[in-house]
């Protein structure tokens, strides 16, 4: 029977992959909150297994978000609701000093009941005074973890995992781009990222890893029984 599970959630994210831009400008529901031991575990989830017991966590609290966990190596951990979005995100310390600011910033105004547009619109402020800044050097970002959810016509739904790479004001016709056919970029600007979706041998393995934390994830944001 898990084997089945398995196979079908894989089957599930193949069929996401190509929805698995993050879709910021899309209206977003409610914030999602979780209980602070789940929304750590899923956090760190992002990474690679060796990464996790050293990465910085922050997580969201009815004002924002605020840190629960030092690190000890590069990586900073969340679980992104940016644009509506709900996913786990880990930035080296180029994205924790240059993007993460305007991910965190993201969920703090939606709490305070800022619509989509209003938000997008903070944002765009933001870079134009100088608050939010491109990163200056290259990157990754990761978001490995198969408990990834996406908006997708107003509703999440699971997406593919994958890393990305920093890569701003960039766009597909400078790197010949096409999502669900090969690295594509997400959002170009000064934030931009190039997506590259992981393998599916590891997608495999990181399903069964995360069987239970995916069952426990879908159950907390409603998305299961």
Known sequence: MKLFTIVLLLSMLLAAQDTATHNHDAKGGPVIMLSRDLEMRLAVDALPPHLRDGAGIMILTSTGYVKAKDATNAFTCIVSRRGGNFYPVCFDQEGTRTILPAYMDDATLRLKGESSESVERHMAEGFAQGLYRPPARPGIAYMLSPATYLLNNGKLT????????????????????????????????????????????????????????????????????
């Open 158 to 225: 699971r997406t593919i995992a994958h890393v990305m790479f920093y890569a701003p004001y960039l766009t597909d016709a400078d790197i010949g781009g096409a999502m669900g056919k090969s690295p594509f970029v997400d959002r170009p600007g000064p934030h931009g990222m190039i997506i590259v979706p992981a393998g599916s041998k590891e997608r495999e393995t990181n399903i069964t890893q995360s069987h239970d934390l995916i069952v426990e994830v879908e159950r907390a944001i409603g998305l299961a029984p």
